[in-house]
């Protein structure tokens, strides 16, 4: 992660001192004086506290608006991270997958040997099944669904 911009700092520095003047201005306008200030000393007073917070909020902003380009970097890279994690994921999917594949059709090839040495043809089909359900997790078939439609209980 990238350091705060210096020139975010400078601003968020000058954002707070031109608010202490402000403060200071209103903080004079407001005590007692002798002689008592004219309205015309007032008025000046006035402007005067408010061009300054002008100024602080025009520095803040600047000081966040470095801050955001400092962090778009930051962020960029976050972004591509991420992208790596999710092609990485999707390999380890993959993988995965071949590896149930593989499983799969090394029981199916016991199942089926055991089947075929009984004369089980069932037993061949259903080692088939599983072997199909590894390849294909997602395809399933009204049977191994539970798909009862059109049928009712009497």
């Known amino acids: 992660m990238q350091p705060i911009a210096e020139g975010a700092d ?20 407001g005590a007692a004086h002798d002689p008592k200030l004219t309205d015309d000393d007032i008025d000046g007073l006035v ?9 602080a909020r025009q520095c803040n902003a600047e000081s966040i608006r470095e801050k955001l380009d400092a962090a778009k970097g930051d962020l960029a890279a976050l972004g591509e991270v991420t992208k790596k994690v999710t092609e990485q994921f999707k390999h380890v999917q993959l993988v995965q997958h071949i590896v149930t594949i593989g499983a799969a059709v090394v029981e199916f090839g016991f199942t089926a040997t055991a089947a075929a040495l009984k004369g089980d043809i069932g ?32």
């Open 47 to 55: 402007a005067l506290a408010q061009g300054l917070t002008s100024y």
């Open 123 to 154: 037993g061949i089909l259903s080692a088939g099944g599983t072997l199909e359900s590894a390849i294909f997790p997602k395809a399933k078939t009204a049977a191994s669904s539970g798909d009862t439609a059109g049928k009712t209980d009497e």
């Open 10 to 29: 400078q601003s968020l520095d000058l954002a707070k001192f031109f608010q202490a003047c402000a403060e200071s201005v209103d903080d004079f306008r």
